[in-house]
Each structure stands twice: as structure tokens, then as C-alpha cells.
């Protein structure tokens, strides 16, 4: 199970959305660090044991797609999976995200249904199913 | 200008729906415009008792904003459909949203906070509404959403406005499509824009 997880969006409500659905979906017990853009969501994944970011993709300052880039590029971070939840995604941008290394794209609004199944899955991949 | 056809209303309808069947927790009803102008001018219903709380809105809502003003949230849809999008919701049932997602709170809820709800239903509810007119393929886009109390942004002629019933208040939903979508941004520069 994921202990420590990042939401970065720049709607105070969206992350509220997003802690809700990972809260229903089994995560009651983690420990929610939330970032208002992407930069915000950087430093704390540098400086954090954070093991899951779910992030935005329209964002101030840093948009999620820079996010995902330097997170992936960073030694520190690069390992740490990334869900995006957007409004904005279609299939060209999501193939854009998941070839720069996002686990997955989900299209608000998201549910906690949608987002259990995402991290079932994710939970299978031999490099963090032992999280 | 262009006309707002079946479909499109089909599809604004079912996003809303959907929208805040999701985010909100809220079952839906859509009104005749005749319906919605009786609730609205019905005594009691959806007005501000002037003391402690919102007639028709339950107790335990103490702490909600003692306003019943009106929270508006307008988006633009840019590309490739040109239009707009305004939500107005009583700043009561806006306060009850917030409640609902962020839990009681002890103080009113901050005017930013249900300015970013209802920002964010707007965002979410527009993003569904262009997919389901669009090729799943083609790339989109939307304005930031622009929020204010009182009087919302005057739409293009010809735009179009729907009524919902959330548990006795009313939300409209007006939209208006045309390839001059911009809505008069120079009147919305004294309110706050969501980045």
C-alpha cells in the first residue's frame, strides 16, 4: 500500500476530490502531502518518502507535464509513480504523459473506483509492488 | 453566433449531472424554466432566514456564510468548440458543497474556498461536455475559470440557460456557442481569476 501521497493541483477542492476518492478507495491511513502546482510538488518529493504523486496536468508556475519530466529525471525521484487526473487529457496527450513515464492517465471526475483499480494495478508492477 | 443544437444540450445536461453526481454527491434534477422562476420566488425556499441559517437547507449549517448572494464560476471554451460557460449558484448551497467535500467546519468557509469548488465543477463539468462532442482523438482546450459574487458576466445574445434543482436551491448552467466565444473579459477584471 502506498503510505505517502503527493497531490498536486492548483484547486484547493480538486486535491480535497482527489484525498477523498484515494481515502475511499483503502487509503485512509496515509499521509496526504499536497502541493498547489508543480514546483511545489517537486520539492516535496525530493524532500520526502513520498511514494505515489497523483498530479494535474493545468497548473501555475509548473504545469504537470514539466512535473512529470523532472520528476522521471531526477535519480532521487524517478522512481516514484505518477498518476495524472485532468480534464484536458485525450488520447494524444495521454500517450505524450505514459511515454515520459506517468502509470497512467484518468480524466476528471475521477472516482474512487476508477483510482482503487488504477493502483491495484500499479501494485502488480514488480517495481513497486513491494512498496 | 451559432445555435446551441440537441446534442450539445444533451451533452451539457448529462456533464453536469454527472459532474456533481461525482464531486458533489449530489443527485440532480433538471426544471423548466417556469419551475425554477416558482421555487426561486417562493418564500421561504432558498432564502436566507437573515439570522443563523438558510431555510431548506437542514439544520447543522451554523457555520455557513450568512449570505444568500448568488457565486458564479465562467470558463471559456477555446478550441475547437468557441463558446462559454456560466454557473451561478446561492452562496448557501455553495457553502453546503464545500461542507460536503471538506467536512464541518467550525468558522464560515472562506469566499475563495467555495469560489475554487464551484470553479472546479465548472472546470471538471466543461472538460466532460467538449469530450462528448469531439473525436476522442482531437486535442482541446479551456479558458482558467473566472469567479465572482453577485452578477455574473453577461453572455453572448443567443446564449442559453438551464435549470437544476440541488436539494431545493437552484443552480443554471448558461452557455452560448459561436466562433466569438471570448465573453467581455475587461468587465471581469476586478474579480478574481483561479489560475
Request: hydrophobic share 45%; aromatic share 6%; net charge negative.
Amino acid at each position: 500500500m502506498f503510505q505517502t501521497i503527493i497531490i498536486a493541483d492548483d484547486s484547493a477542492t480538486a486535491r480535497m476530490v482527489t484525498k477523498r476518492c484515494l481515502e475511499i478507495a483503502g487509503y485512509q491511513q496515509a499521509i496526504f502531502l499536497e502541493a498547489r502546482n508543480g514546483a511545489e510538488a517537486l520539492e516535496i518529493a525530493k524532500k520526502s518518502a513520498a511514494d505515489l504523486l497523483v498530479t494535474d496536468l493545468n497548473m501555475p508556475e509548473m504545469d504537470g507535464t514539466t512535473l512529470l519530466k523532472r520528476i522521471k529525471a531526477s535519480p532521487r525521484t524517478t522512481d516514484l509513480p505518477v498518476l495524472v487526473v485532468s480534464s484536458l487529457s485525450n488520447p494524444a496527450k495521454e500517450a505524450e504523459l505514459l511515454a515520459l513515464g506517468a502509470f497512467a492517465v484518468l480524466s476528471k471526475p475521477i472516482s474512487p473506483a476508477v483510482i482503487a483499480g488504477i493502483l491495484g494495478k500499479l501494485m502488480e508492477q514488480p517495481q513497486w509492488g513491494q512498496l | 453566433m451559432s445555435d446551441i443544437s440537441r446534442e450539445m444540450e444533451a451533452a451539457l445536461v448529462d456533464s453536469v449531472s454527472r459532474t456533481m453526481e461525482d464531486m458533489a454527491f449530489e443527485q440532480i434534477e433538471q426544471l423548466s424554466e417556469a419551475d425554477a422562476k416558482a421555487i426561486l420566488e417562493a418564500p421561504q425556499m432558498g432564502n436566507f432566514d437573515g439570522e443563523n441559517s438558510y431555510a431548506g437547507l437542514g439544520e447543522g449549517l451554523m457555520c455557513l456564510p450568512q449570505s444568500n448572494e448568488q457565486i458564479w464560476a465562467a470558463l471559456n471554451l477555446i478550441d475547437p468548440i468557441q463558446g462559454e460557460i456560466i454557473i451561478e449558484v446561492p452562496q448557501g448551497y455553495a457553502a453546503m458543497m464545500t461542507e460536503s467535500l471538506f467536512g464541518p467546519a467550525d468558522d464560515p468557509y472562506a469566499e475563495d474556498l467555495l469560489r475554487d469548488a464551484l470553479a472546479e465543477v465548472l472546470n471538471t463539468l466543461a472538460g466532460l461536455f467538449v469530450k462528448a462532442l469531439i473525436p476522442s482523438s482531437r486535442e482541446y482546450s479551456l479558458g482558467f475559470p473566472a469567479t465572482g459574487t453577485g452578477s455574473s458576466p453577461n453572455l453572448q445574445p443567443g446564449a442559453k440557460t438551464w435549470y437544476f434543482d440541488l436539494s431545493g436551491q437552484i443552480m443554471t448552467v448558461t452557455m452560448s456557442i459561436g466562433e466569438f466565444g471570448e465573453f467581455n473579459l475587461g468587465a471581469v477584471t476586478q474579480r478574481e481569476v483561479i489560475s
